[in-house]
C-alpha cells in the first residue's frame, strides 16, 4: 500500500436548515462573504481537490468547486453519512478532510492540527473536540477504510450518527482550546457580525 498522505475535502451544505427557516445555510452571508465561500477558501490551500456536497442550488454552488455532489438513493435525508456516502466513488486521494458549512471561525491553525494529527496516524479517524465535546463533522478520514465501511454500516444501522460510525474503524480527538471557533451558525441572527 502507498504511504502517501493527500487530501480531498469535502464540505457539507446539504442540510435543509430548518433553524434558518429553511433556506439555504452554505448562501447566506457571515462578514462580506457565504458561508460556503469561507469554508472553501480554508479548505483549499490544503487539499488537492475540494467537493461540495448540496442538494439544491447546484449552479451556485458549482462557481466554486467542480465537484458538487448531491445525496443519492437510498441515503437522502440521513444526516452527514448520506454527503460521505454519495462521494465514495469520486475519491481517490488517501484521505477525506470532512467540514460542516456552517463553522465559518474555524481556523487554519486548527485545520493543521487536525492534519498533523492524521498525518502521524494515517489509519484513524482524526476530529477535532474542544471544551464543548468532539465535533465529528471536522474531521479528517482514511479513505480506503471510509469506502470498505460506510456501505455495511449504513446497511446494518437504524440511526445515522456520525460518531457511531466512526467507531467502526477506530477514532482519534484533536484536542482544540479555542472552542469559539466551532461555533455553528445556525440561526439567522447568528450571521449579523
Ligand atoms: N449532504 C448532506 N449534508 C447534511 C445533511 N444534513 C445536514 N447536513 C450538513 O451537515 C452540517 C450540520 O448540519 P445541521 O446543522 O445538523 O443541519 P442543518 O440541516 O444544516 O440545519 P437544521 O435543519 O437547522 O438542523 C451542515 O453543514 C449541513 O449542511 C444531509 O442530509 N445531507
Request: with cysteine; charged share 15%; glycine share 6%.
Amino acid at each position: 500500500m502507498s504511504d502517501k498522505f493527500d487530501v480531498t475535502a469535502l464540505v457539507l451544505a446539504g442540510g435543509e436548515a430548518q433553524r434558518m427557516g429553511g433556506v439555504d445555510k452554505g448562501l447566506q452571508l457571515y462578514a462580506g462573504r457565504t458561508l460556503i465561500e469561507i469554508m472553501m477558501a480554508l479548505v483549499k490551500p490544503v487539499s488537492q481537490q475540494q467537493f461540495i456536497s448540496a442538494n439544491r442550488s447546484l449552479v451556485v454552488y458549482q462557481t466554486l468547486s467542480n465537484t458538487v455532489v448531491t445525496d443519492v438513493a437510498p441515503w437522502q435525508g440521513i444526516g452527514p453519512l448520506g454527503g460521505l456516502f454519495a462521494i465514495l466513488d469520486r475519491l481517490t486521494t488517501s484521505h477525506l478532510l470532512l467540514l460542516p458549512c456552517d463553522t465559518p471561525r474555524f481556523s487554519a491553525e486548527a485545520l493543521k492540527c487536525l492534519l498533523q494529527a492524521a498525518e502521524q496516524a494515517p489509519e484513524l479517524i482524526h476530529f477535532i473536540e474542544t471544551e464543548s465535546g468532539p465535533q465529528p463533522l471536522h474531521a479528517v478520514l482514511p479513505v480506503a477504510a471510509l469506502k470498505q465501511s460506510l456501505p455495511i454500516f449504513l446497511a446494518q444501522t437504524e440511526h445515522f450518527g456520525v460518531m457511531s460510525f466512526y467507531k467502526q474503524i477506530g477514532r482519534q480527538a484533536v484536542y482544540w482550546e479555542h472552542d469559539e471557533e466551532l461555533v455553528n451558525i445556525n440561526y439567522l441572527d447568528q450571521l449579523a457580525p
